[in-house]
Nanobody, 121 residues
């Protein structure tokens, strides 16, 4: 079993910054992909950013140039630095990881409980 603990959400004014963290623990052999998703009220969950074990990154077009995803493999932790936040980016941010628990095991997705980000004046 794999557990994800997210932190860093909160209330921020438009144009402000927040840094989200997500630490994975448990039966982990390797973490192949780590990412952040966002779900606004009444909308579908959408990918914000993801990073592979090799460091390749992928961003939603709407956040390119403002958000930066990074990971610390030694700590099994992924970060999302969010700058110039907009009111429309309010929502619950979920951490997600693709994990193998043994060398021969298939990959499984695990999700965090979500952290609320509110962008408002």
């Amino acid at each position: 079993q794999v557990q994800l603990v997210e932190s860093g959400g909160g209330l921020v004014q438009p144009g402000g910054s927040l840094r989200l963290s997500c630490a994975a623990s448990g039966s982990i052999f390797s973490i192949n992909v780590m990412g952040w998703y966002r779900q606004a009220s009444g909308k579908q969950r959408e990918l914000v950013a993801a990073v592979t074990s090799g460091g390749s990154t992928n961003y939603a077009d709407s956040v390119k140039g403002r958000f930066t995803i990074s990971r610390d493999n030694a700590k099994n932790t992924v970060y999302l630095q969010m700058n110039s936040l907009k009111p429309g980016e309010t929502g619950v941010y979920y951490c997600a990881v693709v994990v193998t628990t043994t060398p021969s095991a298939p990959e499984f997705d695990y999700w965090g409980q979500g952290t609320q980000v509110t962008v408002s004046s």
